[in-house]
């Protein structure tokens, strides 16, 4: 069985963040005290993954690699795709089709950050599936800003709907997918939708159609959020800084991550924290060499 990789879509020209995004790609937006990046990057190392395709802008790709590097630095390994322009969720596919080369794939979108205790095992559920797909289901107040999911009287899912103006739940798919290795060539036989864009939704009811998905339902111990909006990129900073000053635990740490997972041993860990020896996040990580 091929190794499942990661795909994060860091796109889109983030109009609806002007003017913090005229010079700057969102994805390297500060939440707290690491880049939005940092978050999605977190949620695939948890799920096992070191080869990560990030698909960025044309302009944007430089400031990405000088962020982030090759991924060595964290034992993972980082290939970088152009998107030359925002086609749709479901485009990801089909740029990172050589990047893949067969193997399965978890796609996560670059600006959602995921937590809650028992994250780690819903993941590794997730991947354990050779076949078909697994995407997450969040109960949100909003739904009709997102792709929905429908679900019959057994709590089977039926139908996912993007942006539905009569939502058929309150369950938001998140932007984490956990896709088979046919992905890329569902996303070949999908039709762009009326605002032109390959919806990711339309890949998702070629699994269900087949009886090959599964929409798993964060609970309420989970946090999903997806950083659109100025307000909600505020939201997401004080969030983590909350839990990580209450509890001394850093979200998202991917130096911290690579660590307790053993892709980088302790002289590594301390080249890391030495870099950011004047911030608390360096003492931090200097804190686990103990």
């Known amino acids: 069985m091929t190794m499942r990789k990661g795909i994060i879509l860091a796109g889109g020209s983030g109009t609806r963040l002007y003017p913090i995004t005229i010079g700057l790609s969102k994805q390297l937006i500060p939440i707290y005290n690491k880049p939005m990046i940092y978050y999605p990057i977190s949620t695939l190392m948890m799920a096992g993954i070191r080869e990560i395709c990030i698909i960025t802008t044309p302009h944007d790709q430089e400031q990405f690699k000088r962020s982030l590097g090759d991924g060595s630095q964290w034992g993972m390994d980082f290939t970088y795709v152009v998107q030359p322009s925002p086609d749709g969720l479901a485009q990801a596919y089909l740029l990172a089709e050589e990047f893949l080369a067969g193997a399965s794939s978890a796609m996560v979108l670059g600006d959602n950050v995921f937590f809650g205790h028992g994250l780690p095992d819903l993941l590794a559920a997730a991947d354990e599936k050779a076949t078909g797909g697994t995407v997450f289901g969040y109960h949100v107040a909003d739904p009709e800003r997102y792709g929905v999911v ?24 998140t932007g984490l997918y956990f896709l088979d290795n046919t992905a890329s060539e569902r996303a070949r036989a999908v039709v762009p939708s009326p605002r032109g864009e390959l919806e990711i939704t339309t890949l998702l009811e070629t699994y269900l159609e087949e009886g090959l998905l599964d929409v798993q339902t964060m609970g309420r111990g989970f946090a999903w959020l997806d950083m659109g909006t100025h307000a909600s990129m505020l939201d997401a900073g004080n969030f983590v800084r909350t839990l990580e000053e209450r509890q ?4 998202g ?11 980088i041993d302790d002289e590594a860990l301390a080249r890391r924290a030495a870099m950011f020896g004047k911030n608390t996040y360096g003492a931090y990580l200097k804190s686990l060499l103990k």
Do not use: H, M, Y
Request: charged fraction near 30%; hydrophobic fraction near 45%.
């Open 150 to 173: 429908a679900f019959d009287e057994t709590g089977k899912a039926t139908a996912i709907i993007e942006k539905p103006e009569v939502p058929p739940s309150n369950f938001a798919v």
């Open 253 to 263: 740490s991917i130096d911290e991550i690579a660590f307790r997972k053993g892709w």
């Open 248 to 251: 001394e635990l850093q979200i």
